[in-house]
C-alpha cells in the first residue's frame, strides 16, 4: 500500500458495509417493535409466540388454524390497505427529499376526497374520461392545499410544518362546510341525516383486476377487489424514481436538501424548488384517498379513513424516502393492520399493532440516526488514515 | 460567576418585551376590546357575548390549550421544536382518567402529569442524545402516544363498566369549585357581579358578565393552571436556571462554553413541557368530562402549539392566544347565533386599526384593513349564522395570519429546532 497513489474514490465494498449498517438497522428497529409487541401480548395475559403465530397465518392465508384451506382475501386486504399508504409516503418522501416536511398531506387528501367524491357525482361523463378527470381534479385540490404552505413559506418564511399543520385543520373545518351545504342543497330526503355524498355513479368507479385475474385463472371469487390504483401506484413509484434518482430536477431536489447554500451556489433557485416539489407533494397527496373512494366506498362520509397522511411519514421515514423501500413499508403496515384484526377473536387486544407502528417508526429513526453517526464517523477514520498517505513522504519527513 | 454572567445576556432580550406592548398598552387594548363586545352585544342582542356562561365555559376550553401551549414554551426555549404535545397530552388524558378512575381527581392529575412527562422524556432521549431530527420524532411519538392509549384501553378499561377500547370508566368525585366571595356569591356573601349582569347595562353588565364568568364556579386546577402562566415568566425570566436554559434555546455553543450543562437543560425542558401537555390532558379529562374518550384531545396539543407562536414565544401572549381561542369556541357552544355577531366585532377592530394605520401614515396597512373590514361587515350583513366548521378552525387560520402577516415582529428563540451535539463548541 506504501507509496502506492491512492484512490479518492472509495472501494466498492465500503458501499456495501454502508448497506449491510442499513439493513442491520432496520432489522433491529423491527426487533425492537417485535419485543414490544410480544411484551404488550404477555402483559395482557397471552403467549406472544403463538400470537404471532396467528397472524402470520392470518395474514398469509385468511385463517386462523392449518386445517381449512387458504384464501386469498388477506393478501387481497394487505394490498387494499397498503395502496393508499405508499401514496401517501411518496407524497411524504418527495417533501423529505429536499428536507421540506409536509405534515399536511392528511388535510389534502381529505380535501382532495371530497372533490372527487363531488365531481364525480355532479360531473357526467365516460368511464374513460370521467375516472382521468376525478383524479386530475384530486390531484389539484391536493396541489393547490400544499401550494398555500409553499407560496407562504417563499413569499413570507413561514415554516411549512406549523403552516401544513394548522391548514390540516382548516381542510377537516372546510370539508364539513362543504360538505353540510352540498348535501342541503342535494338532500331531497330530508329524514338522511348521515353526512355522507351520493354513491358515485358506475362510470365514475375505478375498475379492480379481480375480473381479469379471475379470467387468467390466477384468483378465484373474492368479496374485495385487488383495487386498479395498484397500477397507478405501480406507475407512480417508477415514475418517482426516475425523477428523484435520475433526472436533473431530481438533482437538484436531493442538493438542495442536502445543502440548499451549495445548491443555490450552484444556480438552484431554493423558492422555485419548494414550489413545485410542495406541488408535487400534494399532487401526490391528492391521490391517497381515492382507492377508498373509487373503489371501495364509493362515497365521502364521516367514516372515512383518517390518519393515512401521518401513517404515510411513518411509512416514508421506515422506508427510506426511496420508493422500493416504502412499498415494503406500505406492505408492513398493511400487514399489522389485517394481521391484527384475527387476535380479537383470541381474546388478545388487536390494538398492539398500533403500538407496533408506533415504536417500529420511533427504534427506526433512531436507528439510522445512530446508523448515520457511525458512517460519519468511519469516513472520518479513513480521511485520517488517507491523508498521511496521500501526502506522501512529506509527513515520514515532518514525523 | 453567574451575576456577570446574567446581565449582558438577559438585558438585550428583556427589552424586547411582550411584542414590545407595555402594560399600560395592553389594558388599553382590553378596555377598546371591552367596548367593541358591549356595542356588538348591545346592537345585535347576542347576549351571551358578554355572559358569564359563555367567558365560564371559555376559561375551561382555553386551560388545556394554554397549558399545552405552556408545555411548547418550554420545549422550545431550549431549543427542542416539539410537535409531539398532541401525543403527550393524549397521554395525559390517558393516565389522567387511569388515575381518576382508581384513586380520585387529584391523583388522576399526577398521573395524567407522569404520563406526559414520559412521553417528554422520551422526544427528550430521541431529540437530545440520539439527535434525530425534532419533527421526526415529535410525528412517532404522536403515533406512539394514540396507539399506547388505545392498547391500554383495550387491555385495562374493557370489560369494567362504562369502559371499553374508547373509553374509561368514569372517575372517581370531581375536584371541588369555588365562587369567589363578595364578587360572586362565594361563602354565602351577595352576588354582586350577578345582579349587575341582570340588568344588561351598556359596559358595566358586560363587565360584570365577564368577571363573573371567571370568579363563579371556578375549578381548584383551573386556578392552578391560570397561576402557571405568572409562574412559567418568572421562572424563565427571573430565576437563574430559567435564564440558562433559555441560553441553551438561543445558542446552545456559547452556553456549553460559558459551562451550562446543555443537554440537562434540554432534558429538564423537554421533560416538562411534557409534563405540562400531560397536565393539559389530564384537565380535559379530570374538569372538562370526568372520563377518558379515544380523540378527546382534538388537535388541542396543535392548537395550544399555535397559540404559542400566537403569543411569540411568551408566557403572557400565549395566554392571549389561549384565550382567544377559548373564547370562539366557548361562544359557539354556548350561543351559534352570537358567534355570528363576533363577524361585526371583527369589523369593527379593523376600523380601528384601520384608522390607527392612517394617523401612523401607513396607508397600505389602512387600506387593508378597511377592505377586510367591509368584507367582515358584508358578511355580518349577508348572513345569519357562521357555519360551525368554519368556527372551528378559527384558531388555525388565525395563527396563519399572525405568521404571515407578523412574522417579522414574531422572534422564535434563536436555536429552536437546530440539532446540537456536545462538544462541537470546540
Known sequence: ?399 | MSTTLEAPIAEPLRRQGIRGVGGAQWLLISAVILVLLSFVRATTGATDLTSDGTIGAALTLAVPIGLAGLGGLFAERVGVVNIGLEGMMILGTWFGAYGGWQWGPWRGVAFGILGGALGGLLHAIVTVTFGVDHIISGVSINLLGAGLARYLSGVIFTGHSGGGATQSPPGKGAISTFDVPVLSGGWGSPDVLGSLEKHHWFLISDLAGILRGLTVGVSWLTLLAVLLVPATYLFFWRTKLGLRMRSVGESPLAAESLGVPVYRMKYIGVVVSGALAGLAGSFLVIVGANYYREGQTGGRGFIGLAAMIFGNWRPGGLAAGASLFGYADGLQLRQKSAVHGLLLFVALLLVLIAVRAVLRRQFVQALVAAAVAVAFALWFSLSTVVPSGIVSFTPHITTLLVLALASQRLRPPAADGVPYRKGEAG
Open chain 1, 1 to 399: 500500500m506504501t507509496g502506492a497513489p491512492m484512490p479518492v474514490r472509495k472501494p466498492r465494498s465500503v458501499d456495501l458495509a454502508g448497506l449491510g449498517y442499513n439493513v442491520a438497522a432496520l432489522v433491529l428497529a423491527i426487533g425492537v417493535a417485535v419485543v414490544i409487541g410480544g411484551l404488550a401480548v404477555e402483559l395482557s395475559g397471552h403467549n406472544a409466540i403463538s400470537a404471532y403465530r396467528l397472524m402470520l397465518r392470518y395474514a398469509a392465508c385468511n385463517q386462523a388454524d392449518s386445517s381449512t384451506p387458504c384464501t386469498a382475501d388477506s393478501v387481497i386486504d394487505i394490498i387494499n390497505r397498503a395502496v393508499p399508504y405508499y401514496l401517501s409516503a411518496l407524497a411524504v418522501a418527495i417533501g423529505f427529499r429536499m428536507a421540506l416536511f409536509n405534515i399536511g398531506v392528511e388535510g389534502q387528501y381529505r380535501l382532495a376526497a371530497v372533490a372527487a367524491a363531488i365531481a364525480g357525482v355532479e360531473i357526467h361523463l365516460p368511464a374513460v374520461l370521467q375516472v382521468p378527470l376525478m383524479i386530475i381534479i384530486a390531484m389539484a385540490v391536493g396541489a393547490i392545499w400544499a401550494g398555500i404552505a409553499a407560496v407562504l413559506k417563499v413569499t413570507r418564511g413561514v415554516s411549512e410544518v406549523i403552516s401544513t399543520i394548522m391548514l390540516n385543520y382548516i381542510a377537516l373545518g372546510l370539508i364539513s362546510f362543504i360538505l353540510s351545504s352540498y348535501l342541503s342543497g342535494n338532500n331531497t330526503d330530508s329524514n338522511n341525516l348521515s353526512i355522507a355524498t351520493p354513491d358515485l355513479p358506475s362510470a365514475s368507479q375505478m375498475p379492480g383486476f379481480n375480473r381479469l385475474l379471475h379470467d387468467l385463472g390466477l384468483l378465484g371469487s373474492h368479496p374485495d377487489q385487488v383495487p386498479g390504483f395498484l397500477l397507478v401506484a405501480a406507475i407512480i413509484g417508477t415514475v418517482f424514481y426516475f425523477v428523484v434518482e435520475r433526472s436533473r430536477f431530481g438533482f437538484d431536489l436531493r442538493a438542495s436538501g442536502l445543502n440548499p447554500f451549495a445548491a443555490q451556489a450552484g444556480g438552484v433557485s431554493s423558492a422555485r424548488m419548494i414550489v413545485i416539489t410542495m406541488l408535487i407533494s400534494g399532487a401526490l397527496a391528492g391521490l391517497v384517498g381515492l382507492p377508498y373512494l373509487m373503489g371501495q366506498a364509493y362515497s365521502y362520509s364521516s367514516e372515512f379513513p383518517a390518519n393515512l397522511g401521518f401513517n404515510g411519514i411513518a411509512v416514508a421515514l421506515l422506508g427510506r424516502n426511496k420508493p422500493i423501500g416504502i412499498a415494503f413499508a406500505a406492505v408492513l403496515w398493511g400487514f399489522l393492520e389485517r394481521s391484527a384484526q384475527i387476535l380479537d377473536l383470541n381474546g388478545i387486544p388487536q390494538e398492539i399493532y398500533v403500538l407496533m407502528q408506533g415504536s417500529i417508526v420511533l427504534a427506526v429513526v433512531v436507528a439510522y440516526e445512530i446508523v448515520r453517526r457511525a458512517k460519519v464517523r468511519r469516513a472520518e477514520r479513513e480521511v485520517a488514515r488517507q491523508v498521511p498517505e496521500a501526502l506522501g513522504g512529506a509527513v515520514e519527513v515532518t514525523a
